[in-house]
Antibody, heavy 111, light 112 residues
Framework: QVQLKESGPGLVQPSQTLSLTCTVS????????VHWVRQPPGKGLEWMGR???????SYNSALKSRLSISRDTSKNQVFLKMNSLQTDDTGTYYC?????WGQGVMVTVSS | DIVMTQGALPNPVPSGESASITCQSS???????????LNWYLQRPGQSPQLLIY???TRASGVSDRFSGSGSGTDFTLKISSVEAEDVGVYYC?????????FGGGTKLELK
């Protein structure tokens, strides 16, 4: 069955870089798009960016200067890297195929 | 960017009653192919969002037929007939016509 699972550090210091991995199963990254969406505590959903099935990427313009999405199709993984983290980057980060979502990973930005 | 605006519910909703959640987009989501590029999600407390409705009115696999979606190109409604305890959570509309994808601010459903 289709599954997505996020992994990464739960705590990141301000100004540092966040690195997250989305490991997928049950489908091929060369056939489906995978998106990253985040949610600050108690707030709504924000689309961050997308890895297209053909390897193209698209980013939220508000995050574009700090964000990079890449993949390793041999490992069925999609990666998110975001630099210059601040406290308002705290939240739950999801990878999603839009019809299926990962469980999310909580990231806290704090010294 | 397409702005998605959701209405509020007169919470709490009595169990067994129906509830309608509205969503409005700043641009028509009706494509020339005849499909309307709108999703509805439910995020139950402590869980990830779950897809309920896509193409504005098509129920996702395994979703109860108590959920139905309707609308035009810019005005949309998610109707929940006979609300149950498992329907509690926050509902989001999302457009997938273009990038960046955008979500409504969410509509909370509480049960009486």
């Amino acid at each position: 069955q289709v599954q997505l699972k996020e992994s990464g550090p739960g705590l990141v210091q301000p100004s540092q870089t966040l690195s997250l991995t989305c490991t997928v199963s049950g489908f091929s990254l060369t056939s489906y798009n995978v998106h990253w969406v985040r949610q600050p505590p108690g707030k709504g959903l924000e689309w961050m960016g997308r890895m297209r099935y053909n390897g193209d990427t698209s980013y939220n313009s508000a995050l574009k200067s700090r964000l990079s999405i890449s993949r390793d199709t041999s490992k069925n993984q999609v990666f998110l890297k975001m630099n210059s983290l601040q406290t308002d980057d705290t939240g739950t980060y999801y990878c999603t195929r839009e019809d299926y979502w990962g469980q999310g990973v909580m990231v806290t930005v704090s010294s | 960017d397409i702005v998605m605006t959701q209405g509020a519910l007169p919470n709490p909703v009595p169990s067994g009653e129906s509830a309608s959640i509205t969503c409005q987009s700043s641009k028509s989501l009706l494509h020339s192919n005849g499909k309307t590029y709108l999703n509805w999600y439910l995020q139950r407390p402590g869980q990830s969002p779950q897809l309920l409705i896509y193409w504005m009115s098509t129920r996702a696999s395994g979703v109860s037929d108590r959920f139905s979606g309707s609308g035009s190109g810019t005005d949309f409604t998610l109707k929940i007939s006979s609300v149950e305890a498992e329907d509690v959570g926050v509902y989001y509309c999302q457009q997938f016509l273009e990038y960046p994808r955008t979500f409504g601010g969410g509509t909370k459903l509480e049960l009486k």
